[in-house]
T-cell receptor
Framework: SQELEQSPQSLIVQEGKNLTINCTSSKTLYGLYWYKQKYGEGLIFLMMLQKGGEEKSHEKITAKLDEKKQQSSLHITASQPSHAGIYLC??????????FGAGTTVTVRA | GAVVSQHPSRVICKSGTSVKIECRSLDFQATTMFWYRQFPKQSLMLMATSNEGSKATYEQGVEKDKFLINHASLTLSTLTVTSAHPEDSSFYICSAGVVSEQYFGPGTRLTVT
């Protein structure tokens, strides 16, 4: 099965500062998905990346896919309290199933 | 976007009893639904893939006789935890759709006492 390692496990950032979360796969990535989860709730889809070098942005969140490195990064610019939560990366291992990383807990301090 | 609901959102049951969790796609038909389990501060672990009209496909290590899955219609899949034990206490999340377009339910917190 595909294993995804996320780093850091958690981070605390001052409001207005930037942050980056990394997701590294043990196998080839056929699709990389970023989700946000609030504790005890479901997952909210953020972005999907499929091609090497692909970069997508939505509001202040940018995600990139480095296919060669089997890695993706999620970058939040000028963080706000609304960005707090658990960020999960998920990968499609070309077997019609998603594998997930352990998640990165983001805390934004005012 | 598409909406997936789960019921109940929280359930407490006694050890040895069975609990049924429902997963519904509210505004679309889902031939495939997925059931995940999530422990505190851990990742979502896929338990099984539920296929409408056929048997569910279970992941390695998941007891199919303990976690009964029924996908009787294109909008409903149910997960029944049979003879629940405290170690079954967890957060169960379902999703519907295909890998590239998967919609997640809000989850069900199961506590077995």
């Amino acid at each position: 099965s595909q294993e995804l390692e996320q780093s850091p496990q958690s981070l605390i950032v001052q409001e207005g500062k930037n942050l980056t979360i990394n997701c590294t796969s043990s196998k080839t990535l056929y699709g990389l998905y970023w989700y946000k989860q609030k504790y005890g709730e479901g997952l909210i889809f953020l972005m999907m990346l499929q091609k090497g070098g692909e970069e997508k942005s939505h509001e202040k969140i940018t995600a990139k896919l480095d296919e060669k490195k089997q890695q993706s990064s999620l970058h939040i610019t000028a963080s706000q309290p609304s960005h707090a939560g658990i960020y999960l990366c998920g990968a499609d291992g070309n077997d019609y199933k998603l594998s997930f990383g352990a998640g990165t807990t983001v805390t934004v301090r005012a | 976007g598409a909406v997936v609901s789960q019921h109940p959102s929280r359930v407490i049951c006694k050890s040895g009893t069975s609990v049924k969790i429902e997963c519904r796609s509210l505004d679309f038909q889902a031939t495939t639904m997925f059931w995940y389990r999530q422990f505190p501060k851990q990742s979502l672990m896929l338990m099984a893939t539920s296929n409408e009209g056929s048997k569910a496909t279970y992941e390695q290590g998941v007891e199919k006789d303990k976690f009964l899955i029924n996908h009787a219609s294109l909008t409903l899949s149910t997960l029944t935890v049979t003879s629940a034990h405290p170690e079954d206490s967890s957060f169960y999340i379902c999703s519907a759709g295909v890998v590239s377009e998967q919609y997640f339910g809000p989850g069900t917190r199961l506590t077995v006492t």
